[in-house]
Structures are given as C-alpha cells and as structure tokens.
C-alpha cells in the first residue's frame, strides 16, 4: 500500500465473528456513544467526553467506533494531542469501565493503547448480554455492503500483513500517508467509508442480529442518529456523531434494564 485506493472488487459479506460480552447483574446502566472524530481542533468536543465519563450514572461506556479522526498506530501516543488524550481516558478508566470497539477512522488503536488507558478491546461485531436483552454492537462499516470499493479498502486495511507493513514505518511516513489518505477520501467520497448516504446493508444486519440471537442492534458510522425497526420484530439504533466545536451534536445512547433511552452528556 501507498496510500493508493485499491481496485473495486466484488466482497463477499464479513462472517461476524462470535464474542459476548455480559454485563454483571449488579450494573444500572450502560452508555453508547460513537464518532466523536477526534483531533487537535476538538478540544471541546474531547472535554465533553471526559466530562461525560466522570459524571455519567452508567457503570461502563462503550465507545463504539471512531473516537479519534485518525489513528497511525500506538506509539504515536507518546506525543501531544493523542497523549492528551490517553491520559484523561486513562484516569477515567481507573474509576469507571471503559470499552473501545475501533472504527473506519481509528482502526489501528492497538492492545499496546488498550493496556495503557485501561481500557477493554471489544471486537466488531460484539454481542452484548444485559439484563436479559441480546444486543448486537458493531460500529456499522462492515455493513455498508453497497459502498464496495470501500469494502474493497476495507479488506485490504484491516489484513495483518498491511497493518504489519504500515506499522514498521517511521511516524513522520505514517502521518504522510494518512494525510494522503484523507485527501484522496475528500477528493473521492468514497475512500473511508463516509459516504453520507450509504446505510447498513438490511438484510446483512437481520442476518448477524438472527445469527447472535439479538432483536436490537446498536451501531454508529452513518452520523444519522435514531432508532428505527429493520425487519418485524428486529430493532436497531444509531448513534449520533459528536461535534461541540464547529457544531452542536452529543448524544448518549442508555441501555438499562428498562431498555434503550437517549440523553445529553452528563455536566459537571
Ligand atoms: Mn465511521
């Protein structure tokens, strides 16, 4: 890779890998929130966050996919913006659970990052068990089946031997070539998967919730919040972006025993 865009291909749909999260019996609550983009230029989008998480009623907030705008692996944390940010999510982490499934933007956030924040790793997609419901979590991506270039690119980024071939090269090539990447996604539309009409795929969403045993899903990626039913009987729930610094949109999604509910971030 070179930062090129793969040729279009036919994909055939993901396999959704079986894992299971339950939540202890004891918990009151827990929160979704997804696509916070962040990067230097959201200082107040990220302080809403952490205010969020050190104020939130919810025992553990699961953070569903693209919670920095880009991410060139671990070490890249040691320095200014991305160790900002390690070290407030760390010191949340520390008093409340904190569980991190990657996006299309954040990929690459490692084990190595997990281990230093002290947070959970959920893979994509995630089976959560709470309080009797069966909800499947993933950030959406994977079900835009009707981008398939992105598909294509998907694919290619997400095998090991191009995370391997990225990771070993020095940081300053690394953010060059994200750099380039997001241009040509600006230039193309296409590129990462943000294309503002592209929806989940119905059919392939019925599919893994019958799969995981799940009648309701949550997921994020489409920046277009609301709760909506796919087929009879199967429910699911798409997160809001966040952006508190050119806009005005945060938004928690709450899973309690009593269901699903949506409330702004919690103030100091
Ligand atoms: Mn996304």
Redesign the pocket.
Known sequence: MHGTVPTPAKVAPVQPVFYEFTTPAHWRGVDFI??LHLSSEMPRTRDALMTHLEHTPADAVVLL??LFEVWIGDDSADLGFEAECSEMLAECASRRQILVMV???DFLLGTEWLAMVGAQGLPDPTLLVAWDQRVLLT???ALCLSDEPYQAFRREVRSPRWQQQFLSRPLYERRALAREMRNASQERQRF???LVHTDVDIAESVRWMHLHGAMEMVH??THRPGSDSLAPGYRRHVLSDWDLDQGDRAEVLRLTRDGFSRHAPASA
């Open positions: 997804s696509d996919g693209d996006g299309n933007r950030h959406g991506d990462d998967g943000d994020g990626h």
